[in-house]
């Protein structure tokens, strides 16, 4: 998500192990405690966007971004999550109703 949203130029081995950290800094004690290794997937969304808004920070950083750094990280990514939207299908059945 982080280089959709960045248009990152190209993509680094220290972006993935940004990702790798993020996620593992969203596991709480209480869930290490439980021997949970990642995040409820529960809460993977939000999980998603705050490790996304981790790789994006380290994007500009680098100078690997081409679109303009935002001032809110998390902000600017919570603008680029897919939202589906299903309509409904329409059956010969219901069409002759």
Do not use: W
């Not at 940004?18 to 529960?42: K, R, Y």
């Amino acid at each position: 998500m982080a280089i959709y949203a960045t248009n990152a130029k190209r993509v680094t081995d220290e972006m993935f192990i940004e990702a790798a950290h993020a996620v593992a800094d969203q596991v709480t004690p209480e869930q290490l405690n439980l021997g949970m290794l990642f995040p409820p997937q529960s809460n993977i969304l939000e999980v998603e966007i705050q490790t996304a808004a981790r790789v994006a920070k380290l994007v500009f950083d680098a100078g690997l971004a081409r679109v303009d750094r935002p001032a809110d990280m998390v902000a600017f990514i919570r603008k680029h999550v897919c939202e589906p939207e299903y309509q409904a299908e329409v059956t010969p059945a219901m069409a002759l109703a």
